[in-house]
């Protein structure tokens, strides 16, 4: 078969959108980004694996074994100090942001080359241009957390599931494809424990995607023993690499942890649980995070910063501001304070549980999804200000426009059904939302994994293609060959 078959050529403008993708991600580069606590524990991580050969917190000889992060991104971190501190000893951190510059810009091209493939070529280059100028994605190339490359393995699982899919849609089976999307999840899953939603989500498309093929290579089988056939490959190479990770905590541990903590805290280690469960009674927005949430233990708590929702009656809101007021006493907090504020959530919850199980994870989800995202571009949090800083307002009215367009021309696409495999991409966001919803500190940056999705739907609704139908494609072993 000629090359031009196999490797279809691009239209030469693509390269000037990656070329202002480049700019636009260097020049967050050059101008450092917010840095944040979880950059210090992945680098202490990392720098003790490398070093000690432990992978934990501490320093020396105190260096304590933990299992609260997963792994993926302190090896990163470890892995680009042992090659570049060495040449460049104070700047060694700018290889970082370059590599995850690198890797959201090829995320940004996969993204494209699905939407080319199952979309149009038109589809293709809108993808490629909002993948390229979006500043969120952008933004969080030059900060040291996991977000840039959890996109990656985003557009990478959903790009591989796209060709493994075709393949089963001409009634092929693409065991490369399945494999890579494979990888793609469990690299997802090693940076963030709500990457497993990527594994479930993916998984879930192939086994109903593939179960709906015509007969044809297996016809002597049945479509869903075909179908779990090319899921039982996909599910294989995407959890085989979290094999290492659990045997170490149950070795280590003597627990059953596949993931992380739910509470970030290690075995044996006191683990805060009323606490959140009363934030989750009353949070909705990065707000509370910023001023409360991330306060306990350690700062004080203002009850200022505590928003009328927080007491449902008088007596209530002497009872939470008691508990408050002995926090502040010492900034810890002791099991039995912990105790006590789970058994004033409790009552919350008892009393209004419509809006503890629904309108509450409801508003903090949609808060995440739409509020500007100040957080990466050294804005106020309190963006709306106007008096205070009229020109951070403006910056983020206009952030605020732009995550919108996103989140609007994806759900048109959706709506009109021009979503390639759009219940293996409804079902992703279906899942993140839901599990972020239960969270008790909510962030914008959280919500940043959804933008792989919203960039092809929205290619999809700007190219004004039509209902999406699957396109016969050959198997990704037969063009790596």
Do not use: K
Request: proline share 7%; charged share 15%.
């Amino acid at each position: 078969m000629p090359r031009n078959n196999l490797l279809p050529r691009w239209p030469r403008r693509w390269l000037l959108w990656i070329a202002l993708g480049l700019a636009l991600r260097l020049i967050f580069i050059l101008f450092p980004r917010p840095t944040d606590d979880d950059t210090l524990d992945y680098l202490q991580l990392g720098h003790n694996l490398l070093h000690h050969g432990i992978y934990g917190l501490g320093i020396r000889a105190d260096i304590a074994p933990s299992l609260f992060r997963l792994p993926a991104y302190p090896i990163f971190l470890a892995t680009c100090e042992q090659l570049f501190a060495r040449f460049w000893p104070g700047s060694w951190f700018n290889a970082v942001f370059v590599i995850q510059a690198l890797a959201d810009l090829i995320a940004g091209v996969l993204l494209a080359a699905f939407a080319r493939r199952h979309v149009s070529e038109r589809a293709g280059e809108f993808a490629l241009a909002l993948a390229m100028l979006c500043p969120f994605t952008a933004a969080y190339s030059a900060i040291a957390l996991t977000e840039c490359l959890s996109v990656f393995a985003v557009a990478l699982g959903v790009y591989a599931a796209g060709r493994a899919l075709a393949a089963e849609s001409n009634s092929v089976r693409d065991r490369t494809a399945l494999i890579v999307a494979g990888l793609a999840g469990a690299l997802g899953t090693l940076l963030r424990p709500d990457g497993i939603v990527l594994i479930t989500a993916l998984g879930f498309g192939i086994l109903f995607y593939a179960a709906r093929r015509p007969a044809g290579v297996y016809r002597r089988r049945s479509s869903l023993r075909c179908a779990a056939g090319a899921t039982t490959t996909f599910l294989l190479a995407a959890l085989l690499p979290l094999a290492p990770w659990t045997i170490r905590n149950w070795v280590r541990f003597g627990v059953f942890e596949p993931l992380a903590p739910r509470y970030i805290n290690d075995p044996g280690e006191q683990a805060l649980t009323g606490v959140p469960r009363w934030l989750r009674t009353w949070s909705v927005d990065y707000v509370t995070t910023a001023n409360v949430a991330w306060n306990i233990p350690g700062a004080a708590i203002d009850p200022a910063d505590l928003p009328p929702r927080v007491f449902d009656s008088p007596q209530q809101r002497a009872q939470t501001l008691a508990l408050v007021a002995e926090y502040n006493r010492s900034y810890s907090m002791p099991a039995q304070l912990d105790n006590r504020f789970g058994a004033l959530a409790e009552q919350r919850i008892h009393e209004h549980p419509l809006r503890y199980y629904v309108l509450l994870p409801v508003a903090r989800a949609v808060d995440m999804l739409l509020r500007p995202r100040t957080e990466a571009f050294y804005l106020d949090a309190f963006w709306w200000r106007w008096r205070e800083h009229p020109g951070q307002t403006i910056c983020a009215i206009l952030l605020g426009l732009i995550n919108l367009f996103y989140v609007g021309a994806a759900a048109w696409a959706f709506l009109r059904r021009r979503v390639p495999w759009a219940w293996m991409a409804a079902a992703y966001l279906a899942l993140r939302f839901l599990v972020l919803a239960t969270i008790h500190n909510p962030e914008p940056r959280y919500t940043l994994e959804c933008f792989p999705i919203l960039i092809v739907a929205a290619s999809a609704a700007l190219s004004g293609s039509g209902i999406f139908a699957p396109r016969p494609q050959q198997p990704m072993q037969e063009l790596v060959a």
